[in-house]
């Protein structure tokens, strides 16, 4: 069996806070991505085995862009660096909606696994936490339509 490869070092970087809002861009646009494709794999009522390749691949996308998220936070405190003001808050607006998704969607998790231990009594609580959720989707999605119009080349 494969054994991992070692992650190569990183090279440093004249623009940091870009290259880190970059990243976060292409983990939230494929977070995006695979939630539509789960979306439409539910819609054809496929197996149970597509299903969950599926449902893993969304879980991974979603922890990458978690990461990417913390990353960016990590590299922005110090300020924008070399950054324009304009690329500086769509950066901002885009961690802002990646982090709200990022916490929205563990709160929906959360109450789905309490439905699962108390039954129909907590529907109404993982409706509106699924409601949330969905609102937070779409706002990271407008965060990245405007961040993409700043950064077209960021897409990968």
């Known amino acids: 069996m494969p054994t991992k490869p070692s992650p190569r070092p990183t090279k440093p970087s004249a623009h940091p806070v870009r290259d880190a809002a970059d990243a976060l861009y292409r983990a939230a646009h494929e977070s995006c991505h695979q939630h539509q494709r789960l979306t439409k ?12 390749g599926v449902a893993e691949v969304v879980e991974l996308c979603d922890q990458l862009l978690v990461k990417a998220t913390a ?3 990590e590299l922005a405190k110090d300020g924008k660096g070399k950054e324009s003001e304009e690329l500086w808050h769509a950066a901002n607006a885009l961690w802002m909606a990646a982090r709200e998704y990022g916490r929205r969607s563990g709160s929906s998790d959360a109450a789905v696994a309490k439905l699962r231990k108390h039954g129909a009594e907590q529907l109404n609580s993982i409706s509106v936490e699924y409601e949330l959720e969905m609102s937070a989707r779409l706002a990271l999605k407008q965060a990245l339509v405007a961040y993409g119009k700043l950064r077209p080349e960021a897409a990968a």
């Open 41 to 52: 794999v539910l819609g054809h009522q496929l197996d149970d085995l597509e299903l969950e």
């Open 71 to 73: 990353r960016y936070e």
